[in-house]
């Protein structure tokens, strides 16, 4: 029966599809991922809520360890250039990726600004996804490990209140750390609740304006971790 | 709202498919541990299929539950929520179904 009119001459027919959503998203991602491969690039994402310190962490890994390894990165944002000009005056290859009115980057828009950027290889690139505890969780882009950031402004909950954005963490940096006295923010319990979404997950807590444990991230990155390949590996 | 392009993904997908032909409805299968919302697929459903081959097309979701396997006490447990939690008190579950984001089938005229 013609399923628009109720009638018997408009043939229908049912076609089966059994497809992913995303595999359109997914099948440009596993395209990202083997050309980094093939270059020894390895690509963090990195998540977070907005002012969580996406930048001023990047800002200091450029500074600490640039001369180790090369370092370019993808900024995410709905509008404005503002963090892709914080990243380079620290001297890095940046480009800057508008979303517009789009709350998360995806494959595309990661191939083309792999694209423009050109890394060099064997260097370390990092993705700065739009500042959302959501919708960037959903969408592969192609990289290595994800890395969620929550700084210890935003509350203890925050990992039970967004789960899915932490359940698919590598690791997860519990940032500001030097504001601990002056903020109520119990870190013990903030481990257990990440552990209570995601128990496979690296924690790491530091302060990026001060500095402090910065060094356990650095060694997360170097590739002491399962989440990630180390650089040039392969 | 990365239901937005979530749609745009499913709409791109059928239209491809439906190679002109008039689409009449489409059924997806959306897991409860996917942070997608059916209300928002639907409301953004009608806005991406305008002027496509689907345009008017009915969009049916076939909600799955969430299911994790405790490995501490064996059992099968529906989430009730994205936090994978066992009666028995256990957090160490295994998830078997939930995060299902598919295009099951759509009919064409």
């Known amino acids: ?234 | 709202m990365h239901e937005l392009s979530i749609t745009e993904s499913i709409v791109d997908a059928v239209c491809e498919r439906a190679a002109g032909r008039p689409v009449h409805s489409v059924k997806v299968e959306v897991g409860k541990l996917t942070a997608v919302v059916p209300a928002a697929l639907l409301f953004c459903f009608d806005l991406v299929v305008e002027g496509t081959v689907a345009q008017g097309a009915r969009l049916d979701i076939e909600e799955r539950p969430g299911v994790a396997h405790c490995r501490s006490c064996g059992a099968d447990t529906v989430l009730a929520d994205a936090i994978p939690l066992c009666p028995c008190g256990s957090a160490d579950l295994d998830v078997t179904a939930g995060r299902e984001l598919r295009i099951l089938s759509m009919e064409v005229g």
Not at chain 1, 63 to 69: H, I, L
Not at chain 1, 90 to 113: E, R, S
Not at chain 1, 117 to 133: K, Y
Not at chain 1, 189 to 216: F, K, Y
């Open chain 1, 1 to 234: 029966m013609c399923a628009t009119c109720g009638c018997h001459s408009h043939p229908t027919e049912t076609i089966t599809l059994e497809q992913k959503v995303l595999a359109k998203n997914d099948s440009l991602a596993a395209v990202n991922r083997s050309r980094l491969a093939q270059r020894k690039i390895v690509a963090v994402n990195l998540m977070s809520s907005p002012g969580a310190g996406k930048t001023t962490l990047l800002e200091r890994t450029i500074r600490d360890t640039g001369a180790v390894r090369p370092v370019a990165v993808v900024e995410g944002d709905q509008e404005t250039l503002l963090d892709a000009e914080r990243i380079r005056r620290t001297g890095c290859a940046v480009v800057q990726v508008n979303t517009g009115a789009g709350c998360h980057l995806d494959a595309a828009m990661m191939a083309d600004a792999l694209d423009r950027l050109d890394p060099a290889d064997g260097s370390l690139l990092f993705i700065e996804n739009v500042g959302n505890l959501v919708c960037p969780a959903l969408f592969d882009l192609g990289e290595g490990g994800k890395v969620v950031i929550v700084s210890v402004t935003e509350g203890t909950d925050k990992p039970l209140k967004y789960p899915y954005m932490f359940a698919v963490a590598d690791l997860v940096v519990v940032n500001k750390v030097d504001l601990l006295p002056y903020v109520d923010f119990d870190l013990a319990a903030c481990r257990r609740h990440i552990a209570t979404v995601n128990p496979t997950a690296e924690i790491v807590a530091l302060s990026a304006t001060t500095g402090d444990n910065v060094e356990s991230w650095y060694d997360w990155l170097a590739g002491g971790s399962p989440g990630l390949p180390p650089a040039g590996a392969g």
